[in-house]
């Protein structure tokens, strides 16, 4: 079983507590009961844990009311799950077989969620939900936010700092300088103009691999400033996007599906970029993001802002006592002998 934990990206810990019924009663009964259970320990773990040091920090605040609360305990179970049993967010299903939780509530089932951590994302808006990255083929998808599930299949080169909030300012005073009549249209009298770039424009697409000058330049025009003088123009840029350029293909998740419905499914790899960080290949995500044809190839590209770790059917696999005995016994055999003896049937 592959580790595909990883902190969730775009995600807000505070809106999964406030947003699920189910841990702010654990929450309470924390506060007036002054006691959890295990089992109520662990959902909580589960949970926060996959938020950093924010979760952890979390949990110590949550458990520390109980009156049989240990914080070096409540370490030791926080790094077992982590770095031994690598625990995945746990389900609304396993929650509500502990009894934790009484049934799904209307909020997951709007989200088409499987665990609480879904409400830590925020609600996107989409145009259209795909089930296979070929489906954009299928219908005009450009410009328009879509949500697909997809798989990582590699990472194309580093990943780029694009701006994302930029100043221009024209400190030498056009006019005045060369005595031509320039019509400044800076939006106030200090000759500064502020820009922010949505974090699925299609012009970050023409920023990558690109010089200073050239992206100057498109700002420029993204801003909408004329001016004749454009080198007298300073840029400082103020804060910045993290992209990533992926090939991408549709979730084994959703092919395996396809094929026990005995659907013939002709995959094909797509290039995408991810503006976010924390991407694994080989995994399986729903993308949220606008679809562009790309500035300088006009190939459809998928422009990602949002990521979210798809969860499969190993995510509610739990081994019983007696598989874990063969799994311990197999890891401790002589894998060659083994190879061996099938190669001799």
């Known amino acids: 079983i592959k580790d595909l934990s990883q902190p969730p990206t775009c995600a807000s810990l505070s809106k999964m507590m406030t947003g699920c019924n189910a841990l702010k009663r654990l929450v309470a009964k924390a506060t007036k009961d002054k006691h959890l259970l295990h089992e109520e320990r662990l959902a909580l773990l589960m949970l926060c844990m996959h938020f950093g040091e924010q979760g952890v920090a979390k949990i110590h605040e949550i458990i520390k009311n109980c009156t049989d609360y240990s914080k070096e305990e409540t370490d030791k179970m926080i790094t077992h799950a982590k770095d031994h049993r690598k625990y995945r967010p746990i389900t609304c299903a396993r929650m509500q077989d502990m009894h934790i939780c009484s049934k799904n509530c209307a909020e997951i089932l709007a989200r088409s969620g499987l665990s609480p951590i879904k409400l830590a994302y925020p609600k996107a808006k989409v145009d259209a939900k795909l089930e296979l990255v070929e489906d954009v083929e299928k219908t005009q998808y450009i410009g328009k936010t879509i949500s697909v599930p997809f798989k990582a299949d590699s990472l194309i080169g580093s990943s780029y700092t694009l701006p994302k909030e930029c100043v221009f300012t024209c400190s030498e005073g056009c006019p005045a300088r060369t005595g031509e009549k320039i019509i400044c249209e800076h ?15 299609d012009i970050l697409l023409s920023f990558t691999d690109s010089p200073d000058a050239v992206v100057k330049k498109a700002l420029l025009g993204f801003a909408k400033i004329p001016c004749l003088k454009p080198s007298f123009i300073h840029m400082e840029k103020k804060s910045f996007y993290h992209m990533q350029g992926i090939m991408i293909t549709s979730a084994d998740e959703v092919i395996r599906n396809q094929v026990f419905k005995n659907k013939t499914v002709e995959t094909k790899s797509y290039v ?5 960080d924390n991407i694994n290949i080989s995994t399986d995500y729903i993308g949220i993001g606008k679809i562009h044809p790309h500035p300088r190839t006009q190939k459809t590209t998928f422009l990602f802002s949002k990521l979210e770790r798809m969860l499969g059917n190993l995510d509610e696999f739990n081994p019983s006592p007696e598989q874990l005995e063969h799994l311990k016994a197999y890891k401790e055999m002589d894998k060659s002998e083994f190879i061996s003896k099938l190669a001799d049937q």
Not at 187 to 201: R, W
């Open 187 to 201: 939006n106030n009298k200090s000759g500064e103009t502020k820009v922010s770039i949505p974090d699925d424009s």
């Open 272 to 276: 995408a970029y991810f503006n976010g």
